[in-house]
C-alpha cells in the first residue's frame, strides 16, 4: 500500500494551462456564439462590445479554441480507447447517477462518460472549423456555393449544440465529483480520491510508484 | 433629309413621337429605337399595348429593338434597298396599294421625258470619268399649257407608276433574298403585314436613323422606304408615316438652323459660286407651279430670303444693293465635313474651328483624320469636355500612338457649358422646339457658346474696324443688337429667329387695316415679306416666340383628340403642325381616311381639326389642290425627278466594301456610281479576300457617342469596348466570350473584348456564308472609361451620295483572337 | 433607409411584437419582362437616388454591367438569349429584391432589427444594425443580398422605401422609359399584369404568366413573363422559390428548442446536485 497522505498527480503543469486555455476559448466561443444563435441570447454579444464585433471575433476565437483542443487532443488520444468495459458503464447510466460504484466495472484514468465526451468534442471541433470557415465572412463564404453555405450552418449550429450540451455534463461532473476541479487547478488528486474514482489507474500509478 | 425633301418637300420626320402609338405595323429597319431612341421607344410600347400594333425589326443584329419585336428578320448590312425594293415590287404585282392616294397624292402619273431610261444598273446620263450623271432627262413630260403631263389612267407606259413597276420586276423574292440574306418565307411574311396597311383604315409607320443614313447609298433608303409608304397611303396619317430618329437632342435643329455647309436658315441654299446674279438665284428657287392649282409653297422663296438678308444685316440691307446678296460666300464646292478633311489632309485647309464636334472619332479612318489635323496650323475646339479631337497630338499608347513633338499644330480649348447648363431650346426628331432651362451654371472658366461666339466675333470685328482687309463689309456691318453685346441671351436670339415687323403691316385683304405694328414679333411665318418689311432668322421656326411669348416653353399636355397631338406643348415646325402633310390623311373630298383617326377635314368652309392643317386653310377640295404644298406638283414623288444624285428610283448598290464582291442585280455596276469618292481614299478600300467579314458599326444605350465615356455612370454600366460576333464565327476563330480580340480593316486596327452572341447569325448571299462583326463605337483615350481604340480607325471614307454621311455601317474586316 | 412610421410588422431576431399601428395597403413592383429593352436606366436611377457608385469594371463578354450585384449596385439587368419555339428570344430581367411577403432574409438574420419588414410589404435592410454575419445571404431563396467590401455590410435593394414613405414610387420605376417597370399596391398590379397576359397571350405567348411565387407568400416584386412556366430560362429565375430547408431547420423549431435543452441540462444538474448530493470520496475511504 502506498502512502495515503501523499497527493498523487493526475495533470502536470502543461496539461493544465492547456485545459484552461481550451476552456476560456470556449467559454469564449460559447458565449459569441449563443449571441447570434437565437435572440434570446444576443444580449451576450455586448460582452464583445457590439454584434458586429462578435461577428468579427467568434471565428478568431473558434479557431484558436480549435488549434488549443488540437494539443489536448495529442495529449489524450491514447488515455481515451474505448473498452468493452467502457461500454458495460454507459450501460449502466443509472448507476453511475445514483453512485451505486460496486455494481459498475472498474474504472481506469477515465471513465466511459468522460472518454465518449472526448470523442464528442473532438468530432465536433472538427465540424465546427470547417463548416464555419464556410460561412465566414467576408474571408471564405464568398468563394463557396449558397447551397453549401446553407448545409454548413446547420451543421455548425447542431455541433454547437452538442459540444455545449457536453461540456455542459463536462462540467457539471466537475463540480459533481468532489475534487475533481482540484485535480485540473492543482493537479493533483489524493490516494482516495484516485482509489474511490479510478482504481484501475490508481492501480498502475501505485504500481509505477513502488517499482 | 437628302431624301425625304424630294420625296415629300420637307426633310424631316413626318409624324412625331407620339403619333407612332396611333400605328397598326411598326417597322424598325435602319435604326434600333430600343436602342438608341429608349425615351421615344414608349410610343412603340404604347401602339403595342394600346393599339394592338405589330412590331417588325429587319436589322443584321437581333437587337435590343429585336427583343421586343413580334416579328424579326436578319438582313445582310447594306442591302435595304433590295430589301424594300422587292415590297415595292410584291405591292405592285399584288396590287397592294391604296389606289385613291396613289393616283390623286403622288406622281404616280406624271409622263416621265423619253430620254430617261435604266439599263445595267445605270440610269440614262452617266458621266463614267466625272462619276455623275448628267439629270437632263429625268425630269416629266410638258404640256403645251406650260404644266407637266399626267396620265390619269395610269395606262401609259411611261408614267411614272408603270415605270415603277418595271423597275422593281427585278426585286424578286428570290432575288431578294440572295442578295439580303433574309430567308424568302420571312420576307414574304413581312410583305404580307405591310400590305395589310394598304387599305386606309390602317397603316404602317417606319422608324429609322443612322441604320440608313451611313450608306453609300443611304438617302435612298430612305426614299425605297417613302416610296412604298405612299404606295400604301400611309404619308399625312396619323401612326404613319416616314420617321427620321434623329441621334444628337439637337441635330433637326442643327439642319433647321443651316448649319450644313451648302445651307441658309431653314432649308434655304446658298449660292453656287456660277450665282453671281441675284435674280437669278431668287428665281432658280422660286418654284413655278407644275401642275394647276398647287399651293406650291416655295413659291415664297423671296419673303423668306429677303426676311432673312434683312434680318442679318438690317438696314444695310435694301433692295438696291439686292438686299446683301454680294455678301453671301458663293461655293465652288460643297464644303462637307468629308471634304473639310480631305483638304487639311492635303495641306490646304490651315486653320479649324471645332465647336461641340469630336471629329476624331466621328469621322471615317482616324489615321488620316490625324494627318490632317496634324497639319493644321491651329485648331480651337469649343467643347465642354476634353475631347478625343482637342487631345488628337497627345500620346497614349497603342490608343492613340502619335509622336507629339512632330505635331507643331497649336491647340486652342476654349471650355463651353453643356446643354443643362444654359437656356435655350431643343429641337426634337418631331420638329418640337422644346425650351429648357439651365440647371446650373457651367463650371469653373466655362462660357456658353453663345458668349464664346459673340466674344471672337466683336474681337474679329475690331479687327476688320482698324485693319481693314480684303472685304471687311458682311463684318462691319452684321446686325448686332442684344443687350449685352458679348453674351447674346437666348431669348433674343429666339425672338430673332420668329422674325418681326420692320414697319407696319398691312391687312393683305384690306390694306387700310394694320394687323402687325412696326417692331412687334411675327405670328408666322405668313407675314413675311419679300419688300424688306420683315425680319426673321428662320422662316421655319417662325411662330415660335410671338407676341404671346415663347411659344417653345409651353408645356400643356392636354390632347382633346386622344392622338396625341398636343398643340399647346412647345412648338413644331412648321407653323405648329404636329404631323406632315396632314391634308393626305383625308380623302379628296376631304373626308378622313379612317373615320377613328381623324387629325383634320373640311368643314364645308375651312380646313379644321385637332392638328394645324399643312394646306392653304380655305382651300376647298373642290379647287383640287394636293396635300403636298412644297413641292411645284403638289403631289409626293415616287420618281424623284432630278433631286436625287444616282437616280431617280432607288436602285440597290452595295457597300464600297462588300462581302460578296460583285452585284447580283448588275455585275458591273457594283456600288453606288455617282458617290464622291476622293483619290487615295478609293485605294484605301478593303477586298473580302483580305477582310472576309462584313463590320457594322453602332452604338449602345448605355452611352452617348463619345461624350459619356467622361461620365460615371455610362462607364459604370459598359465600362470596356467590345466587339459582337456570332456562335458561330466565334468557333471557327476558335474566341470565346470575354477574349481580347483584333479586328482590322485595311485602314487600322481595333483590339476589344468579345461578346459572342446568338444574336448574329451567319446569313447565305449570293453563294456565301456572311458573317456580321459589330463594333460599337463609344470608347476612345480619353474619358473615365477603360481606354479604348476609336472605332473609326477602321470605317472607309466614302459617304452618301448625296448627303455625304460616311459609311459607317457597311464595310469589311477580319477578326482573330489577340 | 429607415421608413419612419409605425407600420413595421416584422423585425429580425426580435422576440416581441413590433410597432404596427398604422394599417398601409401592400404595394407591389411589377416588372414587365415583354417590355424591358434593358436600357440600364432603372440601374442609372438607382445609383443616382442611392447615391451609390459601383466601379467601373471590365467587360466579361456579355451586355451584362455590372456583372453581378453587389454593395453598390442593387439592381442589375440579366440578358439570356433564349431559342424558343418562337426562335431566338433576348429575355432582359431586371434581378434584384424580390421583397418575399415571407422573408428569408429576415428569418436567417441574427441581429436584432437589421432586417424589418413594413406594413406595405416593404423589407428593408437598416446597416446600422447590421452585423456582417451574411446569414442573410443563406436565407434568401433568390440570391439577392451582397456584402459591401467597403464596410462589410449587407445591401440590397430598399424599394426605395424612403420615396413610397412619401408617397412617391421608386427611383426605378420613374426612370423606366417604356412602362416595363409599373409601382402600385399589389392588388392594382396584379389587375395590371392581366391585362399584360392577355396582350401577350394574343400575340401567341401561350404560356405568358405572372410571376408571385406562393413558396415565399408571394412577392412584391412581381414579373411578368412571357414564359412562366419555364421561369429558369430568365437567367435562372427560381421555379419554385421558397426558403431552403436548411434555413428552414436552422432557423425554425430548432433554435428555441436546442436553447431550452441547453437551460434544462443545466437544470438537470443543479436537481442531480440538490437531490443526489455531491460525488464524494467517503470519509472512511480516505482514512
Known amino acids: 500500500m502506498s502512502d495515503q497522505s501523499e497527493p498523487i498527480v493526475r495533470y502536470t503543469a502543461p496539461e493544465r494551462a492547456n485545459h484552461w486555455m481550451v476552456a476560456i476559448l470556449f467559454i469564449l466561443a460559447a458565449l459569441g456564439g449563443l449571441s447570434l444563435f437565437h435572440p434570446y441570447f444576443f444580449w451576450l454579444s455586448n460582452l464583445f462590445g457590439s454584434g458586429t464585433w462578435t461577428r468579427i471575433l467568434h471565428p478568431f476565437i473558434g479557431t484558436l479554441m480549435f488549434l488549443s483542443f488540437l494539443g489536448l487532443t495529442g495529449r489524450f488520444w491514447a488515455h481515451n480507447r474505448i473498452t468493452a468495459a467502457d461500454r458495460q458503464w454507459m450501460s449502466q447510466m443509472g448507476d453511475v447517477l445514483n453512485k451505486r460504484r460496486d455494481r459498475l466495472p472498474e474504472v481506469g484514468r477515465y471513465n466511459a462518460g468522460q472518454k465518449y465526451l472526448f470523442w464528442v468534442m473532438v468530432a465536433t471541433m472538427i465540424l465546427l472549423l470547417i463548416s464555419g470557415i464556410l460561412f465566414w465572412q467576408p474571408w471564405f463564404a464568398p468563394y463557396f456555393p449558397i447551397g453549401l453555405i446553407r448545409v454548413a450552418v446547420v451543421v455548425h449550429a447542431l455541433s454547437a449544440f452538442v459540444l455545449i450540451m457536453g461540456i455542459i455534463v463536462h462540467i457539471y461532473a466537475a463540480i459533481w465529483t468532489k475534487g475533481s476541479i482540484s485535480a485540473m487547478t492543482r493537479g493533483t488528486v489524493t490516494a482516495a480520491w484516485a482509489k474511490h474514482h479510478h482504481p484501475g489507474w490508481y492501480r498502475e500509478v501505485s504500481k509505477e510508484v513502488k517499482q | ?818 | 433607409m429607415a421608413l419612419q412610421s409605425l407600420d413595421v410588422i416584422r423585425r429580425s431576431a426580435t422576440t416581441t411584437a413590433s410597432p404596427h399601428q398604422r394599417e398601409t395597403a401592400e404595394v407591389a413592383k411589377l416588372i414587365d419582362v415583354s417590355k424591358c429593352i434593358g436600357c440600364k436606366a432603372c440601374q442609372v436611377a438607382c445609383m443616382e437616388w442611392n447615391d451609390v457608385r459601383d466601379e467601373i469594371g471590365t467587360n466579361v463578354g456579355v451586355y451584362d454591367n455590372p456583372p453581378d450585384l453587389s454593395g453598390a449596385s442593387w439592381t442589375v439587368m440579366r440578358y439570356s438569349e433564349v431559342e424558343t419555339d418562337r426562335g431566338l428570344e433576348w429575355l432582359i430581367r431586371k434581378d434584384g429584391c424580390m421583397h418575399c411577403a415571407d422573408p428569408g432574409c429576415l428569418k436567417a438574420c441574427p441581429a436584432p432589427g437589421a432586417i424589418i419588414q413594413y406594413g406595405n410589404g416593404i423589407v428593408d435592410f437598416h446597416q446600422e444594425n447590421c452585423i456582417g454575419c451574411g446569414y442573410c445571404i443563406t436565407g434568401c431563396p433568390f440570391n439577392i443580398p451582397r456584402i459591401s467590401k467597403k464596410d462589410s455590410k449587407v445591401y440590397k435593394c430598399t424599394l426605395c422605401s424612403d420615396r413610397v414613405a412619401v408617397g412617391l414610387e421608386p427611383a426605378c420605376i420613374k426612370s423606366c422609359p417604356t412602362g416595363a417597370l409599373v409601382f402600385g399596391t399589389k392588388e392594382d398590379m396584379k389587375h395590371h399584369a392581366e391585362g399584360r397576359i392577355k396582350d401577350l397571350n394574343e400575340r401567341g405567348f401561350k404560356n405568358a404568366g405572372l410571376y408571385d411565387p406562393p413558396g415565399v407568400n408571394g412577392t412584391h416584386v412581381m414579373y411578368v413573363l412571357q414564359h412562366a412556366d419555364k421561369p429558369e430560362i430568365y437567367h435562372g429565375l427560381a421555379r419554385n422559390p421558397s426558403i431552403s430547408a436548411w434555413v428552414s431547420i436552422w432557423k425554425g423549431a430548432t433554435k428555441p428548442i436546442a436553447s431550452w435543452l441547453l437551460g434544462i441540462a443545466a437544470l438537470a444538474g443543479f436537481v442531480h446536485y440538490i437531490t443526489v448530493g455531491p460525488n464524494e470520496v467517503e470519509k472512511e475511504e480516505k482514512e
Open chain 2, 1 to 818: 433629309m437628302a431624301s425625304l425633301a424630294p420625296t415629300f418637300g420637307r426633310g424631316a420626320m413626318t409624324n412625331h413621337w407620339v403619333d407612332i402609338k396611333n400605328a397598326n405595323v411598326i417597322v424598325v429597319m435602319g435604326g434600333n429605337a430600343a436602342e438608341a431612341h429608349p425615351c421615344g421607344f414608349k410610343w412603340v410600347t404604347e401602339a403595342k399595348a394600346h393599339n394592338k400594333a405589330t412590331f417588325i425589326v429587319i436589322d443584321p443584329r437581333f437587337t435590343r429593338s429585336a427583343a421586343m419585336a413580334d416579328l424579326y428578320a436578319p438582313i445582310r448590312t447594306g442591302t435595304d434597298i433590295a430589301f424594300l425594293g422587292g415590297v415595292i415590287n410584291y405591292l405592285l404585282s399584288h396590287d397592294k396599294i391604296q389606289h385613291e392616294y396613289v393616283k390623286t397624292y403622288t406622281n404616280a402619273a406624271l409622263i416621265v421625258n423619253e430620254g430617261y431610261h435604266f439599263e445595267d444598273g445605270l440610269f440614262s446620263g452617266y458621266d463614267e470619268a466625272g462619276r455623275k450623271y448628267d439629270r437632263s432627262t429625268w425630269t416629266c413630260e410638258m404640256g403645251p399649257d406650260g404644266y407637266a403631263k399626267t396620265d390619269e389612267t395610269l395606262q401609259h407606259p411611261r408614267c411614272v407608276l408603270n415605270l415603277m413597276k418595271q423597275h422593281y420586276a427585278r426585286y424578286t423574292p428570290e432575288a431578294v433574298s440572295n442578295i439580303t440574306g433574309t430567308s424568302k418565307e420571312q420576307f414574304l411574311k413581312i410583305c404580307e403585314i405591310l400590305a395589310t396597311t394598304s387599305v386606309p383604315n390602317r397603316t404602317t409607320t417606319f422608324m429609322y436613323a443612322l441604320g440608313w443614313t451611313q450608306h453609300s447609298v443611304g438617302s435612298q433608303m430612305i426614299r425605297t422606304a417613302a416610296c412604298v409608304q405612299l404606295l400604301l397611303g400611309n404619308i399625312g396619317m396619323p401612326g404613319g408615316g416616314i420617321n427620321a430618329l434623329r441621334g444628337h437632342s439637337n441635330i433637326q435643329g442643327l439642319t433647321d438652323l443651316g448649319l450644313l455647309s451648302n445651307l441658309l436658315t431653314g432649308y434655304l441654299t446658298l449660292p453656287g459660286e456660277k450665282e453671281t446674279d441675284y435674280h437669278a438665284y431668287i428665281d432658280k428657287r422660286t418654284m413655278k407651279p407644275l401642275r394647276p392649282n398647287q399651293f406650291n409653297y416655295w413659291s415664297n422663296y423671296p419673303k423668306f430670303h429677303v426676311s432673312l438678308m434683312k434680318s442679318w444685316w438690317g438696314d444695310k440691307a435694301t433692295k438696291e444693293n439686292n438686299w446683301c446678296y454680294d455678301y453671301l460666300p458663293k461655293l465652288d464646292v460643297e464644303y462637307d465635313i468629308l471634304r473639310q478633311f480631305e483638304l487639311m489632309h492635303q495641306g490646304k485647309m490651315n486653320g479649324y474651328f471645332c465647336q461641340g464636334f469630336n471629329p476624331l472619332a466621328a469621322l471615317p479612318n482616324k489615321k488620316k483624320l490625324t494627318d490632317g489635323l496634324s497639319k493644321l496650323k491651329f485648331l480651337v475646339v469649343i467643347d465642354p469636355l476634353a475631347t478625343d479631337t482637342s487631345c488628337f497630338w497627345e500620346n497614349h499608347g497603342e490608343y492613340n500612338d502619335v509622336d507629339p513633338s512632330k505635331i507643331m499644330t497649336e491647340v486652342i480649348r476654349l471650355p463651353s457649358s453643356c446643354f443643362a447648363e444654359l437656356d435655350g431650346s431643343l429641337t426634337n426628331s418631331g420638329r418640337w422646339l422644346q425650351w429648357h432651362w439651365a440647371g446650373q451654371e457651367p463650371p469653373g472658366d466655362a462660357k456658353n457658346d453663345n458668349e464664346i461666339m459673340a466674344g471672337i466675333f466683336i474681337t474679329l470685328r475690331e479687327l476688320y474696324r482698324k485693319e481693314g482687309g480684303a472685304f471687311p463689309d458682311p463684318i462691319l456691318n452684321l446686325t448686332w443688337p442684344y443687350k449685352i453685346p458679348h453674351a447674346p441671351s437666348p431669348e433674343e436670339l429666339a425672338m430673332e429667329y420668329n422674325g418681326k415687323a420692320l414697319e407696319d403691316l398691312a391687312d393683305p385683304k384690306d390694306p387700310t387695316k394694320v394687323i402687325l405694328k412696326k417692331g412687334l414679333q411675327l405670328d408666322g411665318y405668313g407675314q413675311l415679306k419679300d419688300d424688306g418689311s420683315t425680319a426673321c432668322g428662320c422662316w421655319l421656326f417662325s411662330g415660335s416666340y410671338t407676341e404671346k411669348g415663347n411659344m417653345m416653353a409651353r408645356r400643356d399636355n392636354s390632347d382633346p383628340s386622344g392622338l396625341g397631338n398636343t398643340l399647346n406643348w412647345a412648338f413644331s415646325w412648321p407653323a405648329n403642325r404636329r404631323i406632315m402633310y396632314n391634308r393626305a390623311s383625308c380623302d379628296p373630298s376631304g373626308k378622313p381616311w379612317d373615320p377613328n383617326r381623324r387629325l383634320i377635314w373640311w368643314d364645308g368652309e375651312k380646313w379644321t381639326g385637332a392638328d394645324v392643317p399643312d394646306f392653304k386653310p380655305d382651300s376647298p377640295p373642290s379647287e383640287g389642290m394636293n396635300p403636298f404644298i412644297m413641292h411645284p406638283e403638289g403631289v409626293a414623288r415616287l420618281f424623284a425627278l432630278d433631286k436625287m444624285v444616282e437616280g431617280p428610283f432607288p436602285e440597290h448598290y452595295e457597300p464600297f466594301e462588300t462581302p460578296i464582291g460583285t452585284n447580283p442585280l448588275h455585275p458591273k455596276v457594283v456600288s453606288n456610281p455617282a458617290a464622291r469618292v476622293f483619290k487615295g481614299d478609293m485605294e484605301q478600300f478593303g477586298k473580302a479576300s483580305a477582310f472576309p467579314y462584313a463590320g457594322t458599326t453602332y452604338r449602345l444605350t448605355e452611352h452617348f457617342h463619345y461624350w459619356t465615356k467622361h461620365t460615371e455612370l455610362s462607364s459604370i454600366l459598359q465600362p470596356q469596348q467590345f466587339v459582337e460576333i456570332g456562335e458561330e464565327l466565334a468557333k471557327e476563330k476558335g474566341i470565346k466570350a470575354g477574349d481580347m480580340v483584333k479586328v482590322s480593316s485595311n485602314r487600322g486596327h481595333i483590339k476589344a473584348k468579345a461578346v459572342v452572341t446568338k444574336r448574329i447569325k451567319p446569313l447565305q448571299a449570293d453563294g456565301k456564308t456572311i458573317h456580321h462583326v459589330g463594333v460599337p463605337i463609344h470608347w476612345g483615350f480619353k474619358g473615365i472609361a477603360k481606354p479604348g481604340y476609336l472605332a473609326n480607325t477602321l470605317t472607309p471614307v466614302v459617304g452618301d451620295a448625296n448627303s455625304q454621311t460616311p459609311e459607317f455601317k457597311s464595310f469589311l474586316v477580319n477578326i482573330e483572337k489577340v
